[in-house]
């Protein structure tokens, strides 16, 4: 592995973070806690110190899997992060970010995960009805009391993100060092947006699902009807699990020719190094100079490895460029405008991330 700064921090972390999201769940992965552990172990072994849940994560079944493992580890080696703001039923308040759901969620993971301290505790989602004020407050006072160490965002917009840096500098609340978004070279509009806010207020991005819910690894054959064993893909396809981010409709990419393009070129780039196609596309993001870490999952040992093997080798420039190219979504206004309009207008002394005529990422 290597190990990289997380945004504007000294926090240091593995380039693979191993994402937790399959342990204990009925449905996509189907770990239970003795294959979670061995994958855990795989993962330590082979140099991860970064380990990404949640507590919506089978409802706090994948904290207490961890928390399991945890506690017969040495803590200080590791670095954890859990996130708070979706649903956890039962009551009116156990949801969002108020400030009595943020307290009573932190303790709730801190005790399955089994620890006094959480290194990266994430807002899982933006939150209409609070006030970022409420929430970043409640943060902060987490920091305080030595609960969290580092706090981090996901899934948010631009003017979000923006807001809150705004707020955490001039409010000084503790600094948002990461920020937890969907990446891959089958989703790349937060690149126009969210990813500018990152390199201006340096903030590390840490990519969710690399593999686009198992469409970029290659094992969908163009016409060919996924089935329920063949993974997330066809758990939809097969009407068993309902379209979202994390499991994408297969109608979306059956007939879409850019997307089998995409696949032939990165299926040849495979080859010629002798790496897989998964392997390329997680490749392809550890080469993004936002990307400290990318988060990935593993349903077993193999998939585990065949996945960490994207570090410790290189995509050539040709390449990243032909990856861009098949991958590049539509600009749509302002953006093409601003792009058109800036491109002569480079300052060697004010490197804003628009430069020339494309986007830098």
Known sequence: MEYNYLGRSGLRVSNICLGTMTFGHQ????????????????????????????????????????????????????????????????????????RKHIMASCDASLKRLQTDYIDLYQVHIWDNATPPEEWLKALNDLVTSGKVRYIGVSNLCGWQLQKVMDLCKFENYPPIISLQQQYSLLCRHPEFEEFQVCKNEGIGVLPWSPLKGGMLTGKYKRGMQPQVADGRIGLVAQDKF?????????SQFDNNEAFWKLMEAMEKIAKEHGKTIPQVAIRWLLQKDVVPSVIIGANSIEQLEDNVAAINWKLSKE????????SKP???????????SNINRVNPFYPYPFVGNKLKT
Not at 69 to 95: H, P, S, Y
Not at 242 to 250: E, G, R, S, V
């Open 242 to 250: 309902k379209a979202m981010q994390i499991a994408p409709a297969w």
């Open 27 to 98: 449905q996509i992965g189907k770990l239970d806690k003795d294959a979670s552990h061995k994958v855990l172990d795989r993962f330590a072994a082979l140099g991860g110190n970064f380990i990404d849940t949640a507590n919506l994560y089978s409802k706090g079944v994948s904290e207490s899997i961890i928390g399991e493992w945890l506690v017969r580890q040495k803590r200080e080696k590791f670095v954890i992060a859990t996130k708070v703001g979706f649903d956890m039923g039962d009551d009116v308040n156990n949801v969002g970010l108020g």
């Open 319 to 326: 390449e990243m460029e032909k990856l861009d190219a098949l």
């Open 330 to 340: 539509e600009t749509p206004y302002p953006y093409e405008m601003l792009y058109r």
